[in-house]
């Protein structure tokens, strides 16, 4: 057993409990945000994204981490980032919200993951790769050696910027929120009830979420892979092991990281009583399994997926994962207003 | 007891799903009309009563079934 096995695991199963409670997923918290003028899980992710931009500077300091923003090449971010969006309304769960809810027994997202995977992989080493290395190759834009980052741009440090900037968001956010009353809603019960048995409401989420992702980046790092927490490489680990046979593939924090999180959200419904196999009928089968496969060409074409470029992306302040996300928000919301908002304007 | 008008089923259905077709049910309903809705997915049972009050519709029951199904009770604002 490697350090690899133990953290990764240990990460995922906190990761897929917190999601699964917090019913965590960012294709609702960017669709609804347009479809249903609900705001509830997007607050969510953004103290998650805050919490990580405080935290990963302290990391670095301390010299458990190295700050590794992910490139910025425009082409790849802009394609990839609209065809996963497009992908995840379709999926009916972003990259997170799918693998947690394997966990949930819904088999929409088994078919989702597996077109995932499959699309991942094709695009990482298969037929489509000339299409992902075109677009990363001749797009990319770097401030000398490094990733363009909001604070490289500038010729400023990441730590004290990403720092400060977390403050200040954080200061904008408060001073708004109270400027509007805005209240946070009270859970009621006791407080196992609370954590074990109700949904958790947006502002524990957050805050749980990101300790997660500083725990998660300090932890993967140790196991000698240098990022937070990420999605799509973990399936697609499993893919190129055991489908495709390539020699030498180590299933590492990536990997363990997707077994812990079905295996916290697995729990995490049994507790809860929310556990139940749910078959949709063949037709929502393809829905989700071509809805997969776009988001595996996105993710790998734009060098992430939304917990890559969002969850730990948007912390690292990596321009190349500001795109990312703006696009996988474009190409959600086009979609949602093809399937959902046209139809019923009739 | 109350007199259900209308019965949903969304059980098994994706998100978004259950909420889209909730609203889209209640929409094409009349004024005081009651819609059963049956659910199973736990994001939506949590969602659909906050957006419920924006549309003005109203809430008249939650009943947790066995697992994870849900039955909701709602009467149509009648936006026609």
Same mark, same amino acid.
């Given at each position: 057993?490697?350090?690899?096995?133990?953290?990764?695991?240990?990460?995922?199963?906190?990761?897929?409990?917190?999601?699964?409670?917090?019913?965590?997923?960012?294709?609702?918290?960017?669709?609804?945000?347009?479809?249903?003028?609900?705001?509830?899980?997007?607050?969510?992710?953004?103290?998650?994204?805050?919490? &990580?931009?405080?935290?990963?500077?302290?990391?670095?300091?301390?010299?458990?981490?190295? $700050?590794? $923003?992910?490139?910025?090449?425009?082409?790849?971010?802009?394609?990839?980032?609209?065809?996963?969006?497009?992908?995840?309304?379709?999926?009916?769960?972003?990259?997170?919200?799918?693998?947690?809810?394997?966990?949930?027994?819904?088999?929409? @997202?088994?078919?989702?993951?597996?077109?995932?995977?499959?699309?991942?992989?094709?695009?990482?080493?298969?037929?489509?790769?000339?299409?992902?290395? *075109?677009?990363?190759?001749?797009?990319?834009?770097?401030?000398?050696?490094?990733?363009?980052? +909001?604070?490289?741009?500038?010729?400023?440090?990441?730590?004290?910027?990403?720092?400060?900037?977390? +403050?200040?968001?954080?200061?904008?956010?408060?001073?708004?929120?109270?400027?509007?009353?805005? /209240?946070?809603?009270?859970?009621?019960?006791?407080?196992? &009830?609370?954590?074990?048995?109700?949904?958790?409401?947006?502002?524990?989420?957050?805050?749980?979420?990101?300790?997660?992702?500083?725990?998660? *980046?300090?932890?993967?790092?140790?196991?000698?892979?240098?990022?937070?927490?990420?999605?799509?490489?973990?399936?697609?680990?499993?893919?190129?092991?055991?489908?495709?046979?390539?020699?030498?593939?180590?299933?590492?924090?990536?990997?363990?990281?997707?077994?812990?999180?079905?295996?916290?959200?697995?729990?995490?419904?049994?507790?809860?009583?929310?556990?139940?196999?749910?078959?949709?009928?063949? =037709?929502?089968?393809? &829905?989700?399994?071509?809805?997969?496969?776009?988001?595996?060409?996105?993710?790998?074409?734009?060098?992430?997926?939304?917990?890559?470029?969002?969850? #730990?992306?948007?912390?690292?302040?990596?321009?190349? #994962?500001?795109?990312?996300?703006?696009?996988?928000?474009?190409? @959600?919301?086009?979609?949602? *207003?093809?399937?959902?908002?046209? $139809?019923?304007?009739? | 007891?109350?007199?259900?008008?209308?019965?949903?089923?969304?059980?098994?259905?994706?998100?978004?799903?259950?909420?889209?077709?909730?609203?889209?049910? +209640?929409?094409?309903?009349?004024?005081? /009309?009651?819609?059963?809705?049956?659910?199973? *997915?736990?994001?939506?049972?949590?969602?659909?009563?906050?957006?419920?009050?924006?549309? =003005?519709?109203?809430?008249?029951?939650? /009943? =947790?079934?066995?697992?994870?199904?849900?039955?909701? +009770?709602? /009467?149509?604002?009648?936006?026609?």
């Amino acid at each position: 057993m490697t350090i690899a096995v133990i953290s990764g695991l240990f990460i995922g199963i906190l990761f897929g409990f917190a999601l699964q409670r917090g019913r965590f997923c960012m294709n609702s918290a960017i669709r609804d945000l347009a479809l249903l003028q609900d705001n509830t899980l997007m607050k969510a992710v953004g103290i998650a994204v805050l919490v &990580q931009m405080f935290g990963f500077p302290l990391l670095s300091w301390a010299g458990l981490i190295t $700050p590794s $923003p992910k490139p910025l090449f425009w082409g790849a971010n802009l394609v990839g980032g609209i065809v996963f969006g497009i992908g995840m309304v379709l999926a009916g769960g972003c990259a997170s919200g799918v693998t947690y809810r394997v966990g949930e027994g819904v088999v929409a @997202a088994l078919s989702a993951v597996i077109g995932l995977a499959a699309a991942g992989t094709i695009t990482a080493m298969g037929f489509l790769k000339p299409v992902m290395s *075109y677009l990363q190759t001749n797009t990319k834009i770097m401030v000398g050696e490094a990733s363009p980052t +909001l604070a490289n741009i500038f010729g400023l440090p990441y730590e004290i910027t990403a720092l400060v900037l977390s +403050l200040v968001l954080g200061a904008i956010w408060l001073f708004v929120a109270m400027k509007n009353k805005e /209240e946070v809603e009270a859970s009621e019960g006791s407080l196992t &009830q609370r954590i074990f048995v109700k949904g958790w409401t947006w502002l524990p989420t957050g805050i749980v979420i990101g300790i997660i992702g500083i725990l998660a *980046y300090w932890s993967s790092a140790s196991a000698g892979r240098n990022y937070s927490l990420a999605i799509t490489s973990g399936w697609i680990t499993f893919v190129k092991k055991y489908i495709v046979g390539v020699p030498d593939t180590k299933i590492g924090w990536d990997a363990w990281l997707i077994v812990g999180i079905i295996l916290g959200a697995l729990v995490a419904s049994l507790i809860a009583g929310e556990f139940k196999i749910r078959w949709p009928g063949w =037709k929502t089968i393809l &829905q989700t399994l071509g809805g997969g496969l776009l988001m595996g060409f996105g993710a790998v074409t734009s060098a992430g997926c939304n917990v890559t470029h969002i969850l #730990s992306g948007l912390p690292l302040l990596s321009f190349g #994962s500001l795109l990312g996300s703006i696009s996988i928000a474009l190409g @959600a919301w086009l979609m949602a *207003y093809l399937i959902f908002v046209r $139809p019923n304007q009739a | 007891m109350t007199e259900i008008t209308k019965t949903l089923d969304v059980r098994g259905k994706i998100c978004p799903y259950p909420d889209m077709d909730t609203m889209t049910t +209640l929409k094409k309903m009349q004024k005081g /009309e009651v819609l059963e809705v049956l659910l199973d *997915y736990p994001l939506s049972v949590e969602r659909i009563p906050r957006n419920l009050k924006k549309q =003005k519709h109203k809430l008249l029951e939650v /009943e =947790k079934l066995d697992g994870p199904n849900h039955r909701m +009770l709602i /009467e149509a604002h009648g936006l026609k």
